[in-house]
């Protein structure tokens, strides 16, 4: 206990001895752990935002697009039900844009076709007014519903509720406010405007609508109502898988973890590539310290100093000074982890598995880089050690 007091006790004189070549020697240990910790919570916080969007978009959702060759029709929309049984509800989409105008400002807007199903289907509730009922469908309604975004820039403190506006140009009432919901799919759902399907069709003179939402039964029904819709449509198509495409919401998710991991692996393993550079810097200082302490180690061996406690004390100090750097590359990385998420509007996600690992392979880098000086040390002759200047 006494000589290992003894070694600690050396170990931090010559620290503190040569503070400025210390600080050096920890820099990049610092840095490697710092930037472990931060990036990695910087991937997790990102990818968490992706999925909570994905999330908001509804439960148990099956999206149904057309690709090469393929296309989409209300009476389509009508049938997926009827495809497969797992279904409990389909809703078609029509996805356009165009000016708005209100009091003589005009604002291009995103414009989608729905029917009554969206705030249901969506979780997009109402915040102020209705939404598109059956009736304004069934009647091809010139109605809309705006986004929370667009009720401001179009109305400012005026009550959007009521007015009439144009669209695209045509003479629409406004008859809703949507609750604000934020992006989803690279589109922010508060700029949208939303109008019945049906009279988006006429609006852009089409028959062929965009997409088809539908809605499994519960979520453990969600990836078979995908594979039977996707079956029908390939049989459709003669064969053609790419026609149109059905992808499930929990497919979505499983990519996007997927990503996750991969995308965290990367930024970890990058940031890792900063602690082995800063384990070299370790070794080099240590080797010049051993170089301009020969005399010393030769005056220990001469009065007993047996080779093992000359091997630990240089390796005491290497780790001690790998193991402070990855105590402040710790600080510096959790800080810089909260500082980056509030930047970036999303949650600090901080993993402990992370910092647990970084800190720990700076005491590796430690005892890796430092076994070279430290065996180099407790190699040489005293006589030899003594006699040079």
């Avoid at 007091?5 to 600080?23: E, F, V, Y």
């Avoid at 509800?89 to 996805?95: R, Y």
């Avoid at 109305?155 to 008859?175: E, M, N």
């Avoid at 819709?229 to 059905?246: I, M, P």
């Amino acid at each position: 206990m006494r000589k290992t007091l003894h070694i600690l006790t050396m170990a931090w004189q010559s620290i503190t001895g040569h503070l400025a070549r210390s600080l050096l020697m920890m820099l990049g240990v610092t840095i490697g752990v710092a930037a472990v910790i931060a990036l990695v919570a910087a991937g997790n916080g990102a990818s968490a935002q992706v999925t909570a969007r994905i999330e908001s978009l509804g439960a148990n959702l099956l999206f149904i697009n057309p690709g090469p060759g393929g296309q989409l029709t209300l009476a389509d929309a009508a049938l997926v039900p009827q495809v497969t049984p797992l279904v409990r509800a389909a809703m078609p989409v029509i996805s356009s844009g165009g000016p708005l105008v209100f009091g003589g400002q005009s604002q291009f807007v995103p414009i989608t076709g729905v029917t009554q199903l969206w705030p249901q289907m969506r979780n997009a509730p109402v915040a102020r007014g209705r939404f598109i009922s059956a009736t304004d469908v069934q009647g091809d309604a010139f109605v809309m519903d705006i986004g929370s975004n667009v009720a401001t820039n179009a109305f400012g403190s005026l009550d959007p509720v009521g007015q009439q506006v144009r669209l695209a140009g045509d003479t629409f009432t406004v008859i809703g406010v949507m609750a604000p919901k934020g992006a989803a799919y690279g589109v922010n759902q508060d700029n949208v405007v939303f109008i019945p399907v049906t009279t988006a069709e006429q609006l852009l003179q089409t028959t062929q609508i965009s997409a088809i939402d539908a809605q499994a039964a519960s979520s453990a029904d969600a990836p078979f109502a995908a594979d039977e819709l996707q079956r029908y449509y390939t049989y459709l198509y003669q064969g053609n898988a790419q026609a149109v495409q059905v992808s499930s919401e929990d497919a979505l998710l499983s990519t996007v973890q997927s990503s996750r991991q991969t995308f965290t692996y990367l930024l970890g393993g990058t940031a890792a590539i900063s602690l082995i550079v800063g384990g070299i810097g370790i070794m080099n200082i240590m080797l010049v310290s051993v170089s301009e302490r020969t005399r010393e180690i030769g005056l220990r061996k001469a009065i007993g100093a047996r080779v093992r406690d000359i091997l630990l004390q240089f390796l005491t100090e290497a780790v001690a000074l790998s193991a402070l750097g990855g105590l402040v590359g710790v600080a510096l990385g959790v800080a810089g982890s909260g500082g980056v998420a509030r930047l970036a509007g999303w949650k600090d996600l901080i993993v402990p598995s992370s910092v647990l690992l970084a800190f720990t392979f700076s005491l590796v880098i430690g005892v890796v880089f430092g076994a070279y000086p430290a065996a180099r040390a407790a190699g040489l002759d005293p006589i030899d050690a003594l006699r040079r200047d």
